[in-house]
């Protein structure tokens, strides 16, 4: 069994250096904060947490990591900053297999579309927000919707 989340950052302030140095907004650490407690309370575990290399990704990850006390710290990957659907799809199914709980801490449009395709449906991600699947197979390479 594997079971992937997803979550989009949380919200970002303004950074006239630009969108990839844009860090989390007060409101966005504590919508941060709050999704780990619910993380928390759906009882995940995560046993690798992959962020994008963005500044508010990656301090999103961050922060759930250190709300979760998890053992492992985010994987920032610059290969993620901004992808496309495809790309997350790709980090999701090359992730080793000894991991069983998957955090993937990205940006949309891509992320969302990713939620979408593996849900069949749904609705765009809004800051911070998450989404679970799980899947009865063995191996992430085999992960799809």
Request: hydrophobic residues 40%.
């Amino acid at each position: 069994m594997k079971t992937l989340v997803l979550m989009r950052h949380g919200d970002a302030s303004e950074n006239p250096a630009g969108d990839f140095e844009r860090q989390l907004s007060d409101r966005g650490r504590e919508q941060c904060r709050e999704t780990a407690v619910q993380l928390l309370g759906e009882g995940l575990q995560f046993t690798a947490v992959i962020s994008s290399s963005g500044v508010r990704a990656l301090q999103s990850a961050q922060i759930v990591c250190d709300i979760m006390d998890l053992a492992c710290l985010p994987e920032a990957r610059a290969s993620l900053y901004l992808a496309e659907a495809s790309l997350y799809l790709e980090a999701v199914r090359s992730a080793p297999d000894e991991i069983s709980t998957l955090l993937l801490v990205a940006h949309n449009p891509g992320l969302s579309e990713l939620a979408v395709q593996l849900q069949r449906g749904g609705t765009s991600l809004g800051t911070a927000e998450h989404v679970v699947f799980r899947r009865k197979i063995e191996r992430w390479s085999e992960f799809s919707a």
